[in-house]
């Protein structure tokens, strides 16, 4: 089993900027994938970016250039840095990781508001 246990979230003006982080733990071997979803109110999760062992990050096109993300294998944690928030990135955010065998896991959410 993996346990992600998330921080960060939080109230924050339009334009303003937040780090989320996560940091797992227990069976920390075979994580291929690290990466956070959201999801807004009524809506569905959506993927917010992602970063396999090795390999490239992948963006959702509504935060390119905006969203940066941080993978540290040594200590097994995965960072988002959101810059230039707007009120639609207003969502419970979700860190996830994927083993190189298919096992999915998720962090309990934490709530980012963007709101004047």
């Known amino acids: 089993q993996v346990q992600l246990v998330e921080s960060g979230g939080g109230l924050v003006q339009p334009g303003g900027s937040l780090r989320l982080s996560c940091s797992a733990s227990g069976d920390v071997s075979s994580i291929y994938i690290m990466g956070w979803f959201r999801q807004a109110p009524g809506k569905q999760r959506e993927l917010v970016a992602s970063v396999p062992s090795g390999g490239t990050t992948t963006f959702s096109d509504s935060v390119k250039g905006r969203f940066t993300l941080f993978r540290d294998d040594g200590k097994h944690t995965i960072d988002l840095q959101m810059n230039n928030l707007e009120p639609e990135d207003t969502a419970v955010y979700y860190c996830?990781?994927?083993?190189?065998?298919?096992?999915?896991?998720w962090g309990q959410g934490t709530q980012v508001t963007v709101s004047s």
């Open positions: 996830y990781i994927q083993k190189s065998y298919g096992a999915w896991y």
